[in-house]
T-cell receptor, first 112, second 112 residues
Framework: LAKTTQPISMDSYEGQEVNITCSHN???????ITWYQQFPSQGPRFIIQ???TKVTNEVASLFIPADRKSSTLSLPRVSLSDTAVYYC?????????????FGTGTRLLVSP | DGGITQSPKYLFRKEGQNVTLSCEQN?????MYWYRQDPGQGLRLIYY???????QKGDIAEGYSVSREKKESFPLTVTSAQKNPTAFYLC???????????FGSGTQLSVL
């Protein structure tokens, strides 16, 4: 299983763009990269998923370089409500999602 | 609305007592999962099930048991053998092994 490494915490201000990078050096050929958001006392919520290059949805963008050994979650113009823990997960068709390792995630604090 | 329902939201266990956490989904998902989260930590997989009447141990299955008699239900029993049960328990489901996880709102279990 590919292990992921993320910064423990990040600070930002409202209206700024936030980029959270995840390292996954041992990513397998069939692995996808998925990001989740978790608020206190709630279950994680799916944000975005990608395999290579760039993926964008209404909430975030995910940038994946050609070697796929890292990925960057980009949150445009964050607000106070984006204060949460963000998890980067790697898994795919070979291993399935049954044993996805969430890790401790990145705690993002957005200030006024 | 479709989703995952966990109950109760708060649960207290006495010494030597078994308690059961409920998880019901109406998303018609095949796979279901149980995770445990300790304060400030990531999620750890307890058990998972890909289909009815089948389930597999995760990374921390000792002291827990599950059943999967119906597609929509995946209850978790915390037995007296689990000596440190105080944690936040999260149930999730996915349509296949490779799809994104949908989480319930969690159950906070505490020991009296």
């Amino acid at each position: 299983l590919a292990k992921t490494t993320q910064p423990i915490s990040m600070d930002s201000y409202e209206g700024q763009e936030v980029n959270i990078t995840c390292s996954h050096n041992n990513i397998a050929t069939n692995d996808y990269i998925t990001w989740y958001q978790q608020f206190p006392s709630q279950g994680p919520r799916f944000i975005i998923q990608g395999y290579k290059t760039k993926v964008t949805n209404e909430v975030a963008s995910l940038f994946i370089p050609a070697d796929r050994k890292s990925s960057t979650l980009s949150l445009p113009r964050v607000s106070l409500s984006d204060t949460a823990v963000y998890y980067c997960l790697v898994g795919g068709s070979n291993t399935g999602f049954q044993k996805l390792v969430f890790g401790t995630g990145t705690r993002l604090l957005v200030s006024p | 609305d479709g989703g995952i329902t966990q109950s109760p939201k708060y649960l207290f266990r006495k010494e030597g007592q078994n308690v059961t956490l409920s998880c019901e989904q109406n998303l018609n998902h095949d796979a279901m999962y149980w995770y445990r989260q300790d304060p400030g930590q990531g999620l750890r997989l307890i058990y998972y099930s890909q289909i009815v009447n089948d389930f597999q141990k995760g990374d921390i299955a000792e002291g827990y048991s599950v059943s999967r008699e119906k597609k929509e239900s995946f209850p978790l029993t915390v037995t007296s053998a689990q000596k440190n049960p105080t944690a936040f328990y999260l149930c999730a489901s996915s349509i296949t092994r490779n799809e994104k996880l949908f989480f319930g709102s969690g159950t906070q279990l505490s020991v009296l």
